[in-house]
């Protein structure tokens, strides 16, 4: 079946703009997840949702970012005012999330550039 | 707050060869996952690990973990070039997956 995917796969974009990131998760999970990638360094949380909710959002790291899950299935993660520090892979993740385990299936990414 | 380290950062083999990668985090986590990522690609899950003593194997790797010692091992068993990659580990902390800094394999004829 198909997996987790993300659009676009790369964003140029200037410092000072607003930029939105997509995410479709595999079809019938509920729990999606955004991580940052910096280069050189592992993924680092950004924001958990179950369903339409974020459930956890303490990953974001100013009110410039933002995310979305409004029909519980595809996700936009909105980042305004885009800074140089920015520039990162941003990895959506999704799970069924069972009671048991949490195993997360990434997708391809899409990487900013903040210029 | 968990955090995760792993060792080595970096580790060079040659083919053939066994080795172990080592990671530790800091708070309680009874489940952990491990996964590998490929220059320019996303994250492949290996391997669930959901209890103290958990041992997986797939092929020529084999993770353990002890939730006790707060430690999981990445074994690799007579490596191969194909091996070659970033390995990571990710105890599991309120439904988030906490990720060390990778562990860098290049494995060489």
């Known amino acids: 079946g198909a997996g987790v995917s993300q659009t676009p796969s790369n964003k140029v974009t200037e410092k000072g703009k607003y930029v939105e990131l997509r995410c479709d998760p595999i079809?019938?999970?509920?729990?999606l997840y955004w991580y940052r990638q910096s280069l050189g360094q592992g993924p680092e949380f950004l924001i958990y949702?179950?369903?339409?909710?974020?459930?956890?959002d303490s990953g974001l790291p100013n009110d410039r970012f933002f995310a979305v899950r409004p029909e519980g299935s595809v996700s936009t993660l909105k980042i305004q005012r885009t800074e140089r520090g920015d520039s990162a892979v941003y990895l959506c993740a999704s799970s069924t999330e069972h009671y048991s385990y949490n195993e997360q299936f990434f997708g391809p990414g899409t990487r900013l550039t903040v210029l | 707050e968990l955090k995760v380290e792993q060792n080595p950062l970096f580790l060079s083999m040659q083919e053939g060869k066994n080795y172990t990668i080592y990671c530790n985090y800091s708070t309680t986590s009874d489940r952990l996952y491990w996964y590998r990522q490929d220059p320019g690609k996303s994250l492949e899950s290996l391997f669930v690990l959901l209890s103290n003593g958990a041992v997986k194997q797939e092929g020529r790797l084999m993770a353990s973990l002890d939730t006790k010692a707060r430690l999981s091992t990445l074994h690799i068993t007579a490596a191969v070039h194909d091996l070659s990659a970033t390995y990571f580990c990710?105890?599991?902390?309120?439904?988030?997956?906490?990720f060390g800094t990778g562990t860098r394999l290049l494995v060489s004829p």
């Open positions: 990710a105890p599991e902390g309120f439904q988030k997956l906490v």
């Open positions: 949702f179950q369903g339409t909710g974020a459930a956890d």
């Open positions: 079809s019938g999970h509920t729990a």
